[in-house]
């Protein structure tokens, strides 16, 4: 069973950059696919990006030019950089982890693992 975790969340102001990480314990990553979404209140979960095994990555428009995702297949941990940050993507980011072959996965029903979330509030 693989369990999620995410960190990196916290408080930023307009403009600004944070990180966030997904680390995988119980399993790895291997042949997965491995994607962020998020959620803000009375809102639906939204994709964002995601990454798989072969390096490739995809982005929703919102976020392309602007958050750019990657792995380190040595410490199982995916990454998730969002620059330019803007209020409207205040939300709880989620990264969750697939092993269909699916490509792009940007549905949340695609998707098999999930972590706990991270909150990322951006100020005015």
């Known amino acids: 069973q693989v369990q999620l975790v995410e960190s990196g969340g916290g408080l930023v102001q307009a403009g600004g950059s944070l990180r966030l990480s997904c680390a995988a314990s119980g399993g790895t990553f291997g042949s997965t696919a491995v994607g962020w979404f998020r959620q803000a209140p009375g809102k639906e979960r939204q994709f964002v990006a995601v990454i798989r095994w072969s390096g490739d990555t995809y982005y929703a428009d919102s976020v392309k030019g602007r958050f750019t995702i990657s792995r380190d297949t040595a410490k199982n941990t995916v990454y998730l950089v969002l620059n330019s940050l803007k209020p409207e993507d205040t939300a709880v980011y989620y990264c969750?982890?697939?092993?269909?072959?699916?490509?792009?996965?940007?549905?949340?029903?695609?998707?098999?693992?999930w972590g706990q979330g991270t909150q990322v509030t951006v100020s005015i």
């Open positions: 969750a982890a697939k092993y269909s072959s699916s490509w792009p996965p940007t549905r949340t029903s695609e998707y098999d693992y």
